[in-house]
Structures are given as structure tokens and as C-alpha cells.
């Protein structure tokens, strides 16, 4: 749903809406962001406020031409014109965000994803805020929904002096795939990914890519807990005090041992993509 004028820096529209939502999570990172069909800029000069850097790829020229004129005093930024490929030099395990706000229906549902994960550094975060083609009952009735209800905030926004038609590409395509085929994707590639649909013809996607424990971790954590065992059992408890390190690797240890037996489970019985229609709770960001 939309937010108040306070939350989205002086500009509203449909996709301006989430941007508050994206800011918060891109700042639990503070890291290094990749903002895919970043348009004008809007975002990224948003997401520069709270990262260490921002990179902004579009394929449309005007739109990279814009977005220079918005970014060209912010130093921590950079913008080209690029598709989503490796020909723009984009590295594995390079970002901590991954940021999609109306494009990832223009590209190749699965490839992309793929080359996302690929992307992420561990642990990073995938945003995307997208558009799907209405298949069900329920994606009509909340493009029904949505046509007073976008109507409305528009409306408020422009008495208010904030609305901004969004940044349109001459490239710009149609959804071709339904959110359905979204969640299909999420749950093959994505596993834990949440999705919420919204009322302003968008749905919402999140997901973190897993961190790996290091094989070395591992067996120095197992060499410490055997050695520690052996103490206790033999009445000496050993002398030598546990370092940083060693409480760190049988945390991780901990971790790895959880984490292979939902890898079990998950082997038994696919984990599904956690995914919600509309709810009162969630909408105040949609």
C-alpha cells in the first residue's frame, strides 16, 4: 500500500511506495548494492544513504542518462548501461543487496534468479518488487482493488505536490508470467523466500542466500569438542583456555550440524516458498 509523504523523500508512485521498505533492509546490510533496471535513479540515490556503494544497471540509455544527472554529486555510486549478463563485468559473491523494482518481469525468470544467487555474496539479500500477469480469481480481484485504490493515493499524492509518474522505458514489456509461476521459480531456486502479494498491481519477494559453513571451521570444531570431552571424562579439565576462535567454530558447528538436518528434511519433504495474500498487517508496505 502507499506510506505517508514523511517515508518516501518527496516523491510518490507506485514503485516510489516500496522504496521505504527497501532502504530499511538494504541498511541492515550497510554493504554494497546492485540495483538492476535502476530507471532514473530514484532508488539508488535512495539506497546510497545507507550503503557503502550502489551500482545501477539499466538497458535503456535514457534512463542511465537521467539517473547521471540525479547521482552525479553522490560519490558512493555508479550507474551503466547494461543488460543483466556477465558482459558488464558483474562478479560472483559481490553484493550484499540485490535490488528489482518493476523488471524482473522484462527478463528471464529462471536465468535470472539463477545469476542472482550467483551474485549474492553469502548471507546477502534479494528485494524484488514486481509485476505478474493476473491468471486466478484473486489476481483479478486485486487488479479490481487496485484500480480505486492506486487511484486514491495518486490523487492525495498530487494534492500534496509528491506524485511522479514512474519512469517508463521505451523497452518496458508486459508481464508474461503470473505469480504463480513466480512462486513456482522462488520454491526451485529461492527456498525460504517469502512473497506477499500488494494492492498496487505489485507483489513482494525477499530472500537471503544461505552462508556456508568452511570445511575448517568444521573440523576445528569438531577436534575441539572431542578434546574437551576427553578432559571432562578423565576428571582434568584442560588448562588451556578456550579462545575466541574456538567458541566461534563450535558455534558454527552448531549451526552446520541444524543446518544439515533441514538439509535432510529438506531432501524428505521440499521446503515450500512461504508465501500470504494481502493481509491487514502487511499492507501498510505495499
Known sequence: MGVMPADVGGEWNRDAAYHPWIQRIAA????????????????????AAVSRSVVGIDRDAAAIAEAHKRLRMVANTDVAVSEFGTEWGLTPDSYDVITMV???????LLPTLERVVELLKPGGTLIVVGEAEPTTLIDRALELISVPYAWALQTFYTWRGMYRPEFVSEQSVAPTYSYADVMDAAAELLPGAEL?????????????????VAAG???????????????TAAGHPSSTRTTPLCSTATTSTS?????TRRARSRR???????AAAPD???SSLD
Do not use: F, I, Q
Not at 36 to 43: K, P, W
Not at 196 to 212: A, I, Q, T
Open 196 to 212: 506477499h502479494r500488494g494492492l498496487l498491481r505489485r507483489y513482494r519477494l525477499r530472500w537471503s542466500k544461505p552462508v556456508e
Open 102 to 108: 518493476s523488471v524482473l518481469h522484462e527478463l528471464p
Open 268 to 274: 524428505s519433504s521440499p521446503a515450500p516458498t512461504r
Open 217 to 231: 571451521e568444521v573440523d576445528l570444531a569438531a577436534m575441539t569438542a572431542a578434546t574437551s570431552g576427553r578432559a
Open 255 to 259: 549451526s552446520h550440524t541444524s543446518s
Open 280 to 282: 491487514p498487517a502487511a
Open 28 to 47: 541492515e546490510h550497510a554493504g554494497d548494492v546492485l540495483d538492476v533496471g535502476c530507471g532514473d535513479g530514484l532508488l539508488a540515490l535512495r539506497l
